[in-house]
């Protein structure tokens, strides 16, 4: 397990980072989410003790600079065009390869995962963002790390690319490794991840399983149909639930089926019609970061407010 | 470490630049040799002992410059690429891949010094004897100019390695590398016969033969080979120390 506490980082005296503190799992992708500017790379970084701050991470219990062969225990990917333009794609993994004491072998089998053996000898200074991208993650995977830390994987891929991304992430930690992965596509990440840690303006806004998040949103409802509408409401207000008047029946906030099919039983109220109606991850997104969003369009700032 | 040497060594033998770096410097020393010191200086060929030790030091002096830049460039493409977080990730210990850099370079540096050097020895003495003239008896103290040429070499090497970590950019340390020398060429008007105490003064004169007739003026008190060392070593420790905290301690971009 990835164990991450009170990590912070302050630039010129604004917080980037401010004491986040999160678990990546073992066996399970988690993604991470937050707007531009949120402090997602740079709590990658103080991860990795790339960057200096305050704060902890450990793998397993241990700092990463405990490890005599930290590739082995940690794979990155956090630029997608990290790479001398003219060392060819085989070479710049065998640089890789030594640095973390694995052998030239292991290199042409991660080419081979990734799809890039055809241009092996080629230099990648003209790969496509697509092409960079696999590169990237043949580095990360070189010494078969028990996590993979993955920042904006899905960039520049193309459909088949982020399909391969998808199940390869999945597979990866289904092999009971933990994936930690960045990204800007929610429906990539709703599909993908197990569990999501939210940060906005450099704080955690939200941890949890990926349904925990969704259902904790205010636009996560249950639609019921009762007979007695009138009894119906006057329980839900004895329970103290919200509610919402529709045509298709009354949404009710911040509760779950079960409980309401229970409260109508209770109340002797014939239930005609009981649903979950769930938000979006991207609507939960937007809804938990709206007051964290750095650089935002107008559309999406009325939206905020609503 | 030798995890850390080997990743430093296919870096530095992986890309294009070293090459095409090397094989200049290995071009223009058979050229310079031959034709120049070879062929254009009969005169001083034939009268004086240290003649093919100047033609290989003033080889060196072409290699030298190209050795630092090549330093500049192995420790600053890191930096423009990318590619330092994941040095830095794979290997236990930021100090590991300060040191390895150094000791690759060095390594590079005596390697190909070498070959200039004899270059600059059998070039210089083909041309002379293209000319007709005669080379006169050579008398090089072969130790003491290994070293001395070791020395300056490296000296360049290292200066250009610091200066890579130190600025992290590619044109920041190629200018500075090149600006120095002359900003100590301006000091020299103010500092005159205490020139010889700034650190490229101090690293040139590691190497000169003293009263050698290529070696330029030499005035009584020009510092000796070992006490130019020392004023250069110290230079360098400093600037070293400062690299090495910085590029232990700083963020890794």
Redesign the interface.
């Known amino acids: 397990m990835i164990e991450v506490s009170g990590l912070s980082k302050t630039y010129k005296k604004k917080p980037a980072v401010d004491n986040v503190s999160f678990t990546v799992e073992t066996g399970k992708v988690t993604g991470f989410l937050g707007p531009n500017g949120a402090g997602k790379s740079t709590t990658m970084r103080l991860m990795l003790g790339l960057d200096n701050g305050h704060g902890t991470a450990t793998f397993d219990g241990k700092h990463l600079y405990e490890y005599t062969q930290p590739s082995q225990i940690v794979g990155i990917l956090l630029e997608a065009k990290a790479f001398h333009p003219t060392r060819t794609a085989r070479n710049h993994l065998r640089v890789l390869a030594a640095a973390g004491g694995i052998a030239d072998s292991r290199v042409d089998e991660v080419l081979d995962i990734v799809g890039l053996s055809d241009v092996a000898k080629k230099k990648p200074g003209k790969f496509s963002l697509g092409m960079s991208q696999r590169l990237g993650i043949a580095a990360a995977i070189l010494g078969k790390p028990k996590y993979l830390m993955l920042d904006e994987p899905a960039n520049g891929l193309d459909p088949e690319g982020i399909h391969w991304l998808r199940q390869f992430i999945k597979d990866y930690a289904d092999e009971g490794n933990g994936v930690f992965v960045s990204s800007h596509l929610l429906s990539e990440m709703s599909q993908m991840a197990d569990n999501l840690v939210v940060i906005g303006r450099g704080k955690l806004i939200a941890q949890g399983s990926v349904q925990d998040i969704i259902n904790g949103a205010k636009g996560s409802t249950v639609q019921v149909r009762v007979g007695k509408q009138a009894v119906f409401e006057k329980a839900l207000k004895n329970h103290k639930l919200s509610f919402e008047k529709h045509d298709d029946g009354l949404h009710v906030f911040g509760a779950k089926t079960d409980a309401i099919g229970k409260l109508a039983f209770e109340a002797g109220v014939p239930v005609l019609e009981l649903a979950n109606h769930t938000v979006s991850l991207e609507e939960a997104f937007l809804e938990i970061t709206a007051d964290s969003q750095e650089y935002r369009s107008q559309d999406t700032a009325k939206g905020g407010k609503k | 470490m030798f ?2 040497l ?2 430093e060594f ?2 530095l033998i ?4 070293t090459y095409i770096l090397t094989a200049l410097v290995l071009v223009g020393a058979m050229l310079l040799s031959y034709f120049i010191f070879g062929r254009e200086q009969e005169a001083f060929a034939s009268s004086n002992p240290l003649f093919l030790r100047d033609a290989m030091y003033t080889m060196l002096g072409v290699f030298a410059t190209f050795s630092a830049i090549v330093a500049i460039l192995l420790v600053t ?1 890191e930096y423009r ?3 330092i ?9 930021r100090s590991k891949v300060f040191v390895a850099k150094a000791i690759i370079l060095i390594g590079y540096t005596l390697v190909i010094g070498a070959v200039v050097a004899a270059i600059g020895y059998f070039g210089a003495k083909a041309g002379v004897a293209s000319t007709g003239a005669v080379l006169a008896p050579q008398d090089i103290p072969v130790w003491t100019t290994i070293w001395q040429f070791g020395a300056y070499a490296v000296g360049y090497t290292l200066v250009g390695f610091v200066l890579g970590v130190l600025l992290r950019s590619v044109v920041g340390a190629i200018v500075l590398f090149f600006m120095f020398p002359i900003a100590e060429q301006m000091m020299g008007l103010l500092l005159k016969d205490n020139t010889k105490y700034l650190p490229f003064q101090a690293l040139e004169r590691i190497g000169a033969t003293p009263g050698s007739q290529m070696a330029g003026p030499t005035t009584t008190g020009d510092l000796t080979s070992l006490a130019a060392l020392g004023v250069f070593a110290i230079y360098l420790a400093i600037a070293g120390i400062v690299a090495f905290v910085l590029f232990v ?5």
């Open positions: 995890a850390t080997k990743s296919l870096k992986t890309v294009r630049s493409h690429y990318n590619l977080s994941y040095t830095l990730t794979a290997a236990s210990r301690r700083r963020d890794a971009n």
